[in-house]
């Protein structure tokens, strides 16, 4: 298994802008369909976006989709979550997985998909 680290998060305000990233290490990010979750304070871990190995496909949650984009650099092995128009529930520890496939075109919404899982890093939007 690969293990990750995020980097990236801290404070914004309602609006804004963050992004984070994700290192990849220990394997090639290209081997593995990644993707980002969040848990809210009391709450579940819930899936925010998800996108292949190839990069060419990609979900999102609903509550993101339009305001957040996912993306991959393979040859450094990273993984973005660019989030614009931030809102207050956004505020989470932000995590991102991996999940080893063979399909190019693969991609995973559900948490028990992924293998590997960073530490997390929290993001806070408030005014």
């Known amino acids: 298994q690969v293990q990750l680290v995020e980097f990236g998060g801290g404070s914004g305000q309602p609006g804004g802008s963050l992004r984070l990233s994700c290192a990849v290490s220990?394997?090639?990010?290209?081997?593995?369909?990644m993707g980002w979750f969040r848990r809210r304070l009391g709450k579940e871990r819930e899936f925010v976006a998800a996108i292949s190995w190839g990069g060419a496909s990609t979900d999102y949650a609903n509550s993101v989709r339009g305001r957040f984009t996912i993306s991959r650099d393979n040859s450094k092995n990273t993984l973005y979550l660019q989030m614009n128009n931030l809102k207050p529930e956004d505020t989470a520890v932000y995590f991102c997985?991996?999940?080893?496939?063979?399909?190019?075109?693969?991609?995973?919404?559900?948490?028990?998909?992924?293998?590997?899982w960073g530490q997390g890093t929290q993001v806070t939007v408030s005014s």
């Open positions: 997985a991996a999940r080893a496939t063979w399909n190019s075109a693969a991609y995973y919404v559900v948490e028990a998909q992924y293998s590997s």
């Open positions: 220990g394997g090639a990010s290209s081997d593995y369909a």
